[in-house]
Structures are given as structure tokens and as C-alpha cells.
């Protein structure tokens, strides 16, 4: 059975399905899918400036055909460590395709280096946003834009960091995510550096080591507010 709805800012969501057309489940199409190396897959990563030591420590693969086409899979776990959704993207699209698509019940996060475990807490959207701050050595966990019920309980007594996108369906989900949080020590907005409109363009358009020393000073700003 479906959840209920989510939403994007105001508007609210359907539900994602919990099966591929085929009738595959998320655990189903992730055992097929195949290690990056070598594949599409990791030419699609490095042209977004992810290396492939990092894609792969993150756990992300390569399925040729995930819905009809290929892409690249993220697996999203929940709080006990279960595979609770699978999201793909799509390495070509058609401008009557979606870039993006997610199955699966919901309430899970794509973590990287240690994801929600580490602090600070660091909650970012995307896939390749959470990529993009690995590949800088920073962990954090992604939402891909839905709401995970149990962040807020986790973030108690620690920094969080909202590193959402910079749009306005972002700062409406730090906003929700924020007055939920109200045990947390501290948080905090943390946007993408200058006027980038997300982790992964910041990446492209900066070196890693710029954007690792943008985030380190930040923090401590934002750690002595």
C-alpha cells in the first residue's frame, strides 16, 4: 500500500511507485544492476565530476535498463539500515522524458561517509549533491526531495546543517524539516556557494578543494551563530 502524499513546497506529491512497470521491487532491480566500472555508468559520474572511488564507496551502480533505459541507481536505506527505496538517473533524456525516477515505500535516506551517523548532520537533496560533498570528503545523507519521518528524532542534541538546494521549494523544505527539528543543538540553512544552483554545479564550475575549504569555513560560522 501507498503512502500518503508528499510534497514539493505547497504542492503535493503522489506517491512513488513501489514497483517497476516489470514488477520488479527496488531489492529486485538493484541485485541485477552492475558496478560502475566500465560502463556508461561511470563515463555518466566522471562527466559530472564524481570520481569513481567515490561513486563507488556510496554504493551507486549501473542498470542498462531501468524502465526502459539506462541509468545510474542510488539505494536509499532507513533508519535500521534496510533498503527502503531506489532512485535512478537517467544518463540521456528526450525532452518528453523524466530525468528521474524513484520506487519504493519512502522514509530512506542516500548516505555517503557515514551519512546521517556523522556530525555534523548534513542533509542535502540529491543524489549528486551528496556525491559532490563526498568527493570533497564531507559525508552527509540525501532525501531526493521526500520527506524522511525519522530525521528529526536522530538530530537530537547535534548540529544540522540543511543543505538544500538554492531554490524556493528548498528553503520551504528547510523551513518544514527546521520546526520539526526542535531538539537539535543548532540549525541551520547551508547553501550551495555563490550562485550555483545546487552541490553538483557547484563541484563542476569549483575544484574540490575550494569547495571543501567554502564548507569548513562555513561550518564554523555556523557553529559559533
Known sequence: MQGPLDT?????????????????????????????????????????HIPLAVAHQAGVRYCPDYAGRPAVLAALYDRQGALASLHGRYLEVTRDQNKMLTIGPGGGTFNVLGGWLRDPLIVVEGVFDALSLAACGWPCCGTIGRWVPWLPSIAEARNVWLAFDNARSADTEAVRYSRQMSTATRVARLR???????????????????????????????ETK
Open 192 to 222: 550551495p556557494p555563490g550562485h550555483s544552483k545546487d552541490w553538483n554545479t557547484a563541484l563542476v564550475k569549483r575544484r574540490p578543494a575550494a569547495i571543501q575549504y567554502w564548507l569548513e569555513q562555513h561550518c564554523k560560522q555556523l
Open 8 to 48: 514539493i513546497g505547497s504542492m503535493p506529491r503522489a506517491p512513488d511507485s513501489l514497483l517497476l512497470p516489470t514488477g520488479e521491487s527496488p531489492t529486485e532491480v538493484f541485485a541485477r544492476a552492475l558496478p560502475l566500472a566500465g560502463t556508461a555508468g561511470e563515463a555518466y559520474v566522471q562527466r559530472r
